[in-house]
Nanobody, 115 residues
């Protein structure tokens, strides 16, 4: 059974930092590209960042320079380090595991940026 379990979401003040984690099980983690997406209230889910199976990274323009995605293959875990958070970063953040033939989602973790 495949599971992606996100954690680390919280209420944080503008300018603050958070680190999200996504622990995967039931997949050959090393073979998957891992992404973070987010969905704000009333908006469509949007892509945030990717780290490929080979370690390459890319980011949405809205988070570039503030967010860092990383992975620990030994722990089957992907991270999203978020800094200089803004109210517009408020959303449910979802982890996604993607290979050529399979695509899996986590249940999401809430990030709220507010004073």
């Amino acid at each position: 059974q495949v599971q992606l379990v996100e954690s680390g979401g919280d209420l944080v003040q503008p300018g603050g930092s958070l680190r999200l984690s996504c622990a995967a099980s039931g997949i050959f983690f090393n073979m998957y590209d891992m992404c973070w997406y987010r969905q704000a209230p009333g908006k469509q889910r949007e892509w945030v960042a990717i780290i490929t199976s080979s370690g390459g990274t890319n980011y949405a323009d809205s988070v570039k320079g503030r967010f860092t995605i990383s992975r620990d293959n030994a722990k089957s875990t992907v991270y999203l380090q978020m800094s200089s958070l803004k109210p517009e970063d408020t959303a449910v953040y979802y982890c996604n595991a993607n290979s050529l033939v399979k695509n899996y989602w986590g249940q999401g973790t809430q990030v709220t940026v507010s004073s």
